[in-house]
């Protein structure tokens, strides 16, 4: 089950700028399911977000990454200038990765998701990744863990979400799903899931399996 912990009782304000309808049809899918989600801006030009934005309070902006980094990331310095508290998750398709690893050096980027998946896939991913901002934002609960850098685009990390690669490092580390669960404020349950797609995801059938392909692509530091 989804959770935000300690979080008062009020809409996640989101803008979506996107010019493809089954990204738009994904987030708004996940949106309808969860009580804190309301898509307040949905545009595909970005002078209109602009002004939408001016507007209209928002809290998360999921963009198109040639959108954010066109024009010498045009629309990424306006948006940190003119709304530095707004976080930015760039949605990005495969063979953009340079796009990406540009963005993250300059501190632009509060997150990024693959988007050339199926919806249900975009969905859980888009979920992951907004419990993962507000999990590790401190003005949200009481004992943040540390927040987590953002890892650079690789052809073997693109297919992870930024959830999964942390529940990796833990599970190196030998925590149990239980651990793992408090350590980031999510159930159990979802611990299980997210241990199901990293193995799906990697190919792998095993701890032992996914700890040697987490060391052979660089997934966490070797001790």
């Keep these: 089950m989804f959770n ?31 009580e804190y989600f309301k898509a307040v801006i949905i545009t595909t030009n970005p002078q209109e977000l602009l002004r939408q934005m001016a507007c209209t309070p928002v809290d998360i902006l999921f963009a198109d ?5 066109r024009n010498g990331h ?7 200038e003119l ?22 050096e300059e ?26 901002i507000y999990t590790n934002d401190k003005s949200l609960k009481e004992k943040p863990t ?27 580390q030998e925590y149990s799903n239980k651990q793992i669960a408090e350590r980031l404020f999510i159930s159990e349950r979802t611990v299980e899931t997210h241990r199901k797609n990293i193995f ?10 996914l700890i040697k392909y987490a060391y052979e692509h660089k997934l966490v530091n070797i001790r």
């Design 4 to 34: 935000l912990p300690n979080m008062k009782r009020k809409k996640i304000r989101m803008a979506i700028a996107e010019d493809h309808q089954t990204v738009i049809d994904g987030v708004l899918s996940m949106l309808h399911k969860h």
């Design 65 to 69: 990454i040639t959108m954010l980094y």
């Design 74 to 80: 045009e629309l990424a310095n306006q948006v940190k």
């Design 83 to 104: 709304f530095p508290r707004v976080k930015m998750v760039a949605l990005f398709e495969k063979g953009q990765n340079n796009i990406v690893n540009t963005m993250i």
């Design 107 to 132: 501190g632009t980027l509060t997150g990024y998701i693959l988007k050339n998946t199926d919806k249900h896939t975009l969905t859980k991913e888009l979920e992951n990744m907004i419990e993962h």
């Design 146 to 172: 540390p927040a987590v850098r953002l890892r650079k685009v690789t052809p073997e990390t693109s297919h992870l979400t930024e959830r999964e690669l942390e529940v990796i490092r833990l599970i190196e």
């Design 200 to 209: 799906r995801k990697t190919k792998t059938n095993s701890v032992i399996g």
